[in-house]
């Protein structure tokens, strides 16, 4: 067995169909007593209910995450926290609110309790973001992690079916790259092959019956470890190119994550074969990448740029923000891999099948 650095993060997972009813004693293992509840506009309802649960333990809702954390958005959360006397950020919601809640808890030390609705996995990770002027910023900080992460399936119910499977994506790309990642560990390999698993096993039957508790609690059991894998390891090409198609051209995050995944595994698959082994037996096919372009475009999700808002024009530009910073790749991103790079762009814009 090869040698490597394991790094446990410190966070307290209470994981099950209505765990939401735990919220109180979580907070009190907390140690909080105020907590400001975050949100986005659209799911301020739910929200208030739980403001409304916390009563005198709810310093108020603060309903205007977004995404990408414009900096603005940030100081004026900041602001709010202290204004109330807050002494938690409780973020109910996807990547956004819990991004909220990461830049108030990087300038304040508040700490997060999080109540994810999607499978973004930003909950499990201490990687923060912010966007200024355009340009998005991120860092790691051990203070924006969330000490505790309710995951209650109930509360991604009404998550729409196509969102569902595009989020679903975004969660089995961390743990795709985490298996091929410089600094990976066989317990992350673990939690890896058993994220995708389980993510691949509940799209189609959340797609068939987006009510099936069964299939939303699989879903969130997947992407809870999809995001331990994100949060513990390094990423490479795949968060790369889709971090550049995402903040340069705007397009929406876990869209991009799931047209970009089956080429970028592809580009890499003779680069990396026991990881291409693990991800093919996860999804249950013979072929990783392929295995993944069909479990996406089986679920009814976008497999072409073009289809999300990319111009042919802008593949050029893309290419040449990807191989601007070097960074590790299993394959190296180099000058001789540009012909490579640019067929993948080409391929994942048109949306034809991987090819490796
Ligand atoms: P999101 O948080 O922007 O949510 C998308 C939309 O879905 C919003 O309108 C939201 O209100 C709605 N929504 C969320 N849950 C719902 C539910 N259960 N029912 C109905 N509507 C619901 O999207 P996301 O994909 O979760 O997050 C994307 C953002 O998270 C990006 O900015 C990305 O960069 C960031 N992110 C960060 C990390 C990290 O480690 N820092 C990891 C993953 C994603």
């Excluded at 490479?236 to 971090?243: E, N, R």
Aim: aromatic share 4%.
């Amino acid at each position: 067995m090869r040698s490597f650095v394991y790094n446990g993060q410190p966070s307290r997972v209470v994981f099950g169909a209505g765990s939401l009813e735990h919220l109180e004693r979580e907070m009190q293992l907390l140690g909080a007593n105020r907590a400001l509840v975050l949100c986005t506009p659209e799911q301020q309802p739910l929200a208030e209910d739980i403001a409304r649960r916390l009563g005198s333990r709810a310093a108020g809702v603060y309903p205007k995450a977004v995404m990408h954390v414009p900096v603005e958005t940030a100081a004026a959360a900041v602001d709010e926290a202290k204004r109330v006397s807050a002494d938690c950020a409780l973020a109910v919601g996807g990547g956004s609110t819990t991004g909220l809640g990461k830049a108030i808890a990087l300038q304040s030390g508040l700490p997060i309790l999080a109540i994810p609705t999607t499978y973004a996995g930003s909950e499990m990770t201490p990687i923060w973001g912010m966007t200024e002027n355009g340009l998005k910023k991120t860092g790691r900080d051990a203070r924006v992690l969330p000490r505790t992460v309710i995951y209650d399936p109930e509360l991604t119910v009404s998550l729409p079916v196509g969102l569902s499977v595009t989020s679903g994506m975004n969660a089995i790309a961390h743990a795709a790259e985490g298996l091929y990642a410089q600094d990976s560990n066989p317990v992350m390999d673990l939690m890896a092959e058993e994220g995708i698993r389980a993510l691949a096993a509940a799209l189609p039957m959340l797609r068939a019956n987006p009510a099936d508790i069964t299939a939303r609690a699989s879903a969130l059991y997947g992407a809870w470890l999809c995001g331990t894998v994100l949060g513990n390891v390094g990423m490479a090409l795949h968060h790369k190119l889709c971090h550049t198609l995402g903040g340069t051209l705007n397009l929406p995050h876990a869209e991009v994550h799931t047209v970009v995944l089956p080429h970028a595994i592809a580009f890499n698959a003779n680069a990396a074969p026991e990881a291409m082994k693990k991800i093919a037996r996860a999804l249950g096919r013979d072929d990783a990448a392929l295995g993944l372009y069909r479990l996406a475009k089986d679920n009814g999700a976008p497999v072409a740029l073009r289809d999300i808002g990319m111009k042919a024009e802008d593949i050029g530009r893309i290419e040449q923000l990807a191989v601007q910073n070097p960074y590790w790749n299993p394959r190296p991103v180099n000058a001789q891999a540009e012909g490579a790079l640019r067929e993948l762009l080409q391929r994942a814009w048109e949306g034809s099948p991987p090819s490796h």
